[in-house]
Antibody
Framework: QVQLQESGPGLVKPSQTLSLTCTVS??????????WSWIRQHPGKGLEWIGY???????YYNPSLKSRLSISLDTSKNQFSLKLNSMTAADTAVYYC????????????WGQGTLVTVSS | QSALTQPASVSGSPGQSITISCTGT?????????VSWYQQHPGKAPKLLIY???NRPSGVSSRFSGSKSGNTASLTISGLQAEDEGDYYC????????????FGTGTKVTVL
């Protein structure tokens, strides 16, 4: 059974960089056929794609976040990470990591989500 | 890339059937059979209900079914139960964005 778990700070100051890590167990992030993705949900709002990465290192970013965003892999730890810089209050959200099954285009496994609040 | 359009809310009585629509364009829902649906309960992560328009993952109740016609995909919940109350989101592959995927606006389902 594949499991994903987000980790990182729950509070970030304005203008700082958010760093989140997703640890994958029960499966390898170097397996083809999957994208490893980040999705967020602002309080009381809908789901928003942040971006995703393939095991080859190819990345796909939400154009609205692209200038501030970096997603990377750490294959030695079976983890992938998100860095979002120049954080503002508008980035306050629950951040989820999830696996995309490419063939089915479905997000089949999700982390529990982590609330990130941007405040001084 | 704008979000796919879903009704803000849908309600029904226990035992009834309800349908949630997800309207896109010829660049996403209308072009690809890569529509998926998710259920989200308060404070929980979304759960995959339907992928590739009509397919259910193992363990998902057969009361959930998906379909598509033109630029609109639909999720039908049959035999509505109290536990079905929550938020539902569609997602589609899209050629309109370098990102490749787009979520729907979300629908709150209320069991009366």
């Amino acid at each position: 059974q594949v499991q994903l778990q987000e980790s990182g700070p729950g509070l970030v100051k304005p203008s700082q960089t958010l760093s989140l890590t997703c640890t994958v167990s029960g499966g390898s992030i170097t397996s083809g056929g999957y994208y490893w993705s980040w999705i967020r949900q602002h309080p009381g709002k809908g789901l928003e794609w942040i971006g995703y990465i393939y095991y080859s290192g190819s990345t796909y970013y939400n154009p609205s976040l692209k200038s501030r965003l970096s997603i990377s892999l750490d294959t030695s730890k079976n983890q992938f990470s998100l860095k979002l810089n120049s954080m503002t209050a508008a980035d306050t959200a629950v951040y989820y990591c999830a696996r995309v099954s490419i063939g089915a285009a479905g997000l089949d496994y999700w982390g529990q989500g982590t609330l990130v609040t941007v405040s001084s | 890339q704008s979000a796919l359009t879903q009704p803000a809310s849908v309600s029904g009585s226990p035992g009834q059937s309800i349908t949630i629509s997800c309207t896109g364009t010829s660049s996403d829902v209308g072009r690809y059979n890569y529509v998926s649906w998710y259920q989200q309960h308060p404070g929980k992560a979304p759960k995959l209900l339907i992928y590739e328009v009509t397919n259910r993952p193992s363990g998902v109740s057969s009361r959930f079914s998906g379909s598509k016609s033109g630029n609109t995909a639909s999720l039908t919940i049959s035999g509505l139960q109290a536990e079905d109350e929550g938020d539902y989101y569609c997602n589609s592959y899209t050629s309109s964005s370098t990102l490749g995927y787009v979520f729907g606006t979300g629908t709150k389902v209320t069991v009366l």
